[in-house]
């Protein structure tokens, strides 16, 4: 890996302890009316990170524009918050803690989290239905925490929204992919159940943030 992207993107790894702490909480995820709410199950918070544990902050809607999501860009979607034992745990900590610190925030950053399952259909399910993409900030980090009875999922990430990707995983439990969200594009691919009669689903945290305090 070259020194430029070796500042933007970063690999490494949780506990497993922390997986342990955070992968039973994905079984009770609710689905939305939103476009894609029957198949990406979701909660959805807003922390800051102290040395001394995590702030719950007040829930508020997420929107992002149409010209950086052009799947659901200009609408205000709601999610049920995260909830309080997750957010509390040790594994959540732990995990905001390697986010914040590789990115040098503030314990004033606010981190916005989404806790998502992706469950599969009858056919191929679309892990990012946006395409290549950013997401509107600096800081953004997907964390594979378990897959169950799907092929595909692979993360990728991109040099330009154009390219082909230099970079292609399968997250599996506890992998933590850390890119700069304005600097590289990402995307994944489709899942499919390896069983056809039984569900699949891959299960990630994607924690985001801004580059500054405002």
């Known amino acids: 890996m070259n020194a430029t992207l070796e500042r933007t993107l970063q690999l490494t790894q949780l506990s497993g302890k922390a997986v342990n ?44 524009s ?15 918050v995260i909830e309080d034992d997750v957010i509390n745990s040790q594994g959540m900590f732990e995990m905001c803690r390697v986010f914040r610190d590789a990115n040098h925030l503030s314990a004033e950053h606010e981190i916005e989290i989404h806790q998502m399952r992706i469950a599969t259909s009858e056919d191929e399910t679309q892990v990012a239905p ?4 950013q997401d509107g900030f600096q800081h953004i980090a997907v964390i594979g925490i ?54 699949g689903y891959m299960d990630v945290f994607v924690l985001t943030a801004k580059g500054a305090v405002v």
């Open 146 to 199: 378990d897959r169950h009875n799907i092929e595909g999922g692979d993360f990728l990430v991109y040099r330009e929204k154009n390219a082909q990707p230099f970079l292609s995983m399968a997250l599996q439990q506890g992998e933590v992919a850390i890119l700069a969200d304005n600097q590289l594009w990402h995307n994944a691919r489709p899942i499919k159940a390896v069983k056809k009669d039984h569900q």
């Open 21 to 64: 702490d955070l992968s039973s909480s994905f079984h009770d995820l609710p689905k939305t009316k939103h476009a894609d709410g029957q198949y990406r199950l979701r909660r959805y918070s807003i922390v800051k990170v102290r040395d001394t544990g995590i702030v719950h902050l007040a829930a508020r809607e997420f929107v992002q």
């Open 66 to 80: 149409d010209d950086i999501n052009t799947f659901q860009g200009n609408v205000s979607r709601s999610f049920e």
């Open 130 to 133: 946006e395409g290549v993409h």
